[in-house]
Nanobody, 123 residues
Framework: VQLQASGGGLVQAGGSLRLSCVASGSTFSARAMGWFRQAPGKEREIVAAISWSGGNTVYSDRAKGRFTVSRDNAKNTVTLQMTGLKPEDTAVYLC?????????????????WGQGTQVTVSS
């Protein structure tokens, strides 16, 4: 599985961004997907994850209420809609694919990673 994330950029605090991750291969619809982020000098952390069907989602406390993860299995795409962005959301955002079907929150449960897209939120 190869993953290509896009949609990052520079936005003012309070603004919105929509990140997309397109997957290659025929197994996308059988995999849970996750969005992680990593800020300079900090550990990678889960942002949101979604089950193979899109029926189950999980969010970090920081993302809950502001971010929405969704997927379109017909287009092999998972999306992270981010609203109410804060400077502390600044990070490289990475999408990942799991061999599990249910949403996973730990890095070790994901075997495939995209290259990441930079999100910068100015104050």
């Amino acid at each position: 599985v190869q993953l290509q994330a896009s949609g990052g950029g520079l936005v003012q605090a309070g603004g919105s961004l929509r990140l997309s991750c397109v997957a290659s291969g025929s197994t996308f619809s059988a995999r849970a997907m996750g969005w992680f982020r990593q800020a300079p000098g900090k550990e990678r952390e889960i942002v949101a994850a979604i089950s193979w069907s899109g029926g189950n989602t999980v969010y970090s406390d920081r993302a809950k209420g502001r971010f929405t993860v969704s997927r379109d299995n017909a287009k092999n795409t998972v999306t992270l809609q981010m609203t109410g962005l804060k400077p502390e959301d600044t990070a490289v955002y990475l999408c990942a694919a799991s061999d599990f079907t249910t949403p996973q929150t730990t890095e070790g449960r994901y075997g495939y990673w995209g290259q990441g897209t930079q999100v910068t939120v100015s104050s």
